[in-house]
């Protein structure tokens, strides 16, 4: 489309103009606005909108993600409008409308609800058509009456017409838009067959014909629901991921003005140099240093790592970080778009685009599909009409035939049969695979990547008894059970129930002080007992004193999953990579490293270094399965070839991960890993059996041997074969046997 096609399709189509504050300025002149792409549903119709865009004079980047349908554009705003990329969107074919989280999520459930009901309608007319189709086949051998054969064509076109009108809607206003714009897809020939088929059959039943194909119609419809509507429930959920995400975000936040006055705020508002009153308990709102006070933060969202971090004047913190055991004012240097919140959530969308442009096999063929079919049926139209002498009625007959026998069914099944048989059998052993094209991608790993915390240990703290006294342990824990420190808790349930000691205050980032038996104890950090910690830094750790006894400690450790040095050794064995990313400390990764038998692993890592490792892991060739469970996790998990999330890990990985499992175990990863390259087999076989059917089935139909009636029979057939080779998954045996896998092999 040229500059001068989208000015005038600009002018010429009802576009609204886009609200000014739903651009955003850029240092240096530029903007970037966000659209929402309505009837996106392949990667054909992202590459179709990016080049339409990228084609507007001013416009420097364009990027479709296909699971948010989120459309980020960068452009001049002195060479070019909103407005104009909204036009140039509307030429080939699609919607576009300013981005909102909720528009977006009310939009996608219209879109399911929608499929869901054509499916079901579809289904129930296809089911009833058969059951009138099965006894007209039956009376053409045992004699029917015309009259009674008539009947069941009536009642058949009564009940498959209407639902033909109702459940084809995502197939018309699809191939109706790709007609506008002058292009084609997969839904023009599969709305063409459909109409052509019904209408022929209408036209036959009111002149008492023999043979209708209302069956054909309805049953081609409800059979590509069936995929359309697995589709778009898998994205839908990975859509998810980043607003998830934000919901860990403060809604609000106190600033403290010039005047001293607190005030209550959006965090939307809040500007560098502002200061917030963070209490204990809330989150912080913005990423900032903290100007006055003493707290431990719950940063787990950051590093993953289980035991919190204290922080005081000048120390840096996070937005969505959670405050505690003491009240903190922090001075922001960072607005809510430039938090490190924001840029895990723009990290996620990233890592979703580029996975985005991995196209399935079936996106590939439908692409030169379409055209070829429509070519095949107009040349046998004309063929038999002109050049073989045959009435025109005849010859659309064979037409319909060609159309039917063509119409991509098997092909559209061939992925989302074996899907769906793939999803029961890790449904039955504890893993549910979210990502439509995860199989795809995880049939071709190559290298996994564990995070530590939660996913390779068990990620709860437990306490280290070797060379704990016993009565130690009970006088701190009379300190540590008042408080709700992590590392307090852990320590008071290794002890048991008991007593708790008497004046105990709490010091934020530091520790503990109280009485027992009227001896000042305490119980904190190695400076605030006044002990030397320096030796003994390996994980986490709580000192105790008692008057003016020498300082204890308390070491913490989390232990591995059972069978991860197993699961480790599967994978050795069948020649991957593993590597150990964490953000926790180096000896404690080290030490989780060795235990797994782990040669490559990286410690103390930021979300950003996460990704970095996997790009470079990517880039030397690697396909990695990314496994981990925090929310610093999330990005990675969105950033690598495929992913997988424990339950037990945080809602946000698990709507970033491609797959999350169930139990105490790593062995549904080999699981996965099985699954997906049996998986990956069957796809390729049901392809080369939807191809050699169209090898065998379309000469013949196109040479007039095949009815409408025949060419359903043919069609629904070639359907059958590929749901029956997909079944055949159930019976192998997967993954790790032993422990984890639930008795079965």
């Not at 019976?731 to 422990?739: D, F, M, S, T, W």
């Amino acid at each position: 489309m040229t500059d001068a096609a989208v000015s005038q399709n600009a002018l010429s189509t009802d576009v609204p103009d886009i609200p000014e504050h739903y651009v955003s300025t850029l240092e240096g002149g530029g903007a970037v606005v966000h659209f929402v792409v309505d009837g996106v549903h392949c990667g054909g119709c992202v590459r179709k909108v990016e080049r339409a865009v990228h084609e507007v004079r001013g416009v420097s980047d364009a990027r479709l993600n296909l699971s948010t349908k989120r459309l980020t554009v960068s452009f001049a705003p002195d060479a070019t409008t909103p407005r104009a990329i909204v036009a140039a969107v509307v030429g080939v074919g699609y919607g576009a409308r300013p981005f909102h989280p909720q528009a977006l999520h009310s939009q996608q459930a219209r879109e399911e609800r929608e499929l869901i009901t054509c499916m079901g309608v579809a289904g129930f007319a296809a089911a009833n058509v058969m059951l009138l189709s099965v006894s007209v086949w039956a009376g053409h051998e045992g004699g029917m009456e015309p009259a009674t054969r008539d009947m069941f064509h009536w009642i058949s076109g009564l009940i498959a017409m209407p639902a033909i009108a109702f459940s084809g809607r995502p197939f018309f206003r699809s191939a109706v838009r790709a007609l506008r714009a002058g292009t084609m897809n997969m839904d023009v020939p599969i709305s063409l067959a459909v109409l052509l088929a019904a209408t022929m059959s209408l036209a036959e039943t009111i002149a008492g014909a023999k043979h209708v194909y209302f069956d054909a119609s309805i049953m081609l419809l409800f059979f590509l629901l069936i995929g359309r509507t697995l589709d778009i429930k898998m994205r839908g959920r990975a859509a998810l991921a980043a607003q998830n995400l934000l919901a860990l975000r403060a809604d609000a936040a106190t600033v403290i003005g010039d005047d001293g006055v607190a005030r209550a705020m959006p965090v939307e508002a809040l500007r560098p140099g502002m200061i917030v009153a963070v209490a204990t308990g809330q989150r912080i709102a913005a990423d900032g240093v903290v100007a006055q006070g003493r707290s431990d933060l719950d940063t787990s969202l950051i590093t993953g790592e289980t035991a919190p971090r204290a922080v005081e004047p000048g120390g840096q913190v996070f937005a969505g970080t959670l405050n505690m055991s003491g009240p903190l004012r922090v001075r922001v240097t960072a607005g809510d778009d430039d938090t490190l919140l924001s840029e895990i959530v723009r990290l996620m969308e990233a890592a979703e685009q580029g996975r985005d442009k991995y196209v399935r096999i079936a996106d590939r063929a439908a692409r030169l599909y379409a055209p070829m079919v429509h070519i095949l049926a107009a040349a046998t139209f004309l063929g038999w009409w002109l050049a073989g002498g045959m009435a025109w009625d005849g010859s659309l007959k064979i037409a319909i035939a060609v159309l039917i026998i063509t119409c991509p069914c098997a092909l559209a099944l061939a992925v989302p049969v074996v899907h769906v048989v793939a999803s029961g059998r890790l449904l039955a052993r504890g893993i549910l695979l979210k990502s439509s094209d995860a199989l795809e991608r995880l049939a071709e790993i190559n290298t996994l990547v564990f995070d530590k915390t939660g996913t390779l240990t068990d990620g709860a703290l437990e306490l280290v008894r070797e060379g704990v006294d016993g009565r130690t342990l009970e006088a701190a824990a009379m300190l540590a059970r008042a408080s709700t420190h992590p590392l307090s808790r852990s320590l008071a349930h290794a002890a048991g129930a008991g007593v708790s000691a008497d004046a105990v205050s709490e010091h934020p980032g530091q520790g503990l002080i109280g009485d027992i038996d009227g001896v000042p104890a305490r119980l904190g950090s190695a400076a605030f007992v006044g002990a030397d910690g320096d030796a003994h830094s390996a994980g986490p750790e709580i000192w105790f004193r008692l008057g003016d006894d020498a300082p204890q400690r308390f070491g913490f450790s989390d232990s591995l999953r059972d069978d991860a040095a197993e699961v480790v050794s599967w994978a050795k064995a069948r020649g991957m990579k593993v590597v150990l990313l964490s953000g926790d400390r180096a000896q404690t990764v080290a030490s989780a490293a060795r235990a797994a038998g782990i040669d490559d692993y990286a410690a103390e890592l930021m979300p950003q270094d996460k990704i970095a490792r996997l790009e470079a892991l990517a880039a030397s060739g690697a396909r990695v399965l990314m496994v981990g469970d925090g929310l610093n996790d999330a990005p990675a998990l969105a950033a690598a070839h495929v992913s997988m999330s424990p339950a037990s890990g945080a809602d946000v990985s698990q709507a970033a991960a491609d797959l999350v499992f169930q139990g105490q175990y790593l062995a549904p990863v080999t699981v996965a890993l099985d699954v997906a390259r049996i998986s990956q087999k069957l796809v390729l076989q049901n392809f080369g059996l939807s191809l050699a059917y169209n090898f065998v089935a379309v000469p013949i139909a196109v040479a007039g041997f095949v009815t409408p009636l025949i060419a359903a029979v043919a069609m629904s057939s070639s359907s059958i074969l590929v749901t029956l080779n997909a079944l055949r998954l159930r019976l192998q045996k997967i993954g790790l046997r032993g422990v984890g896998t639930g008795g079965e092999s």
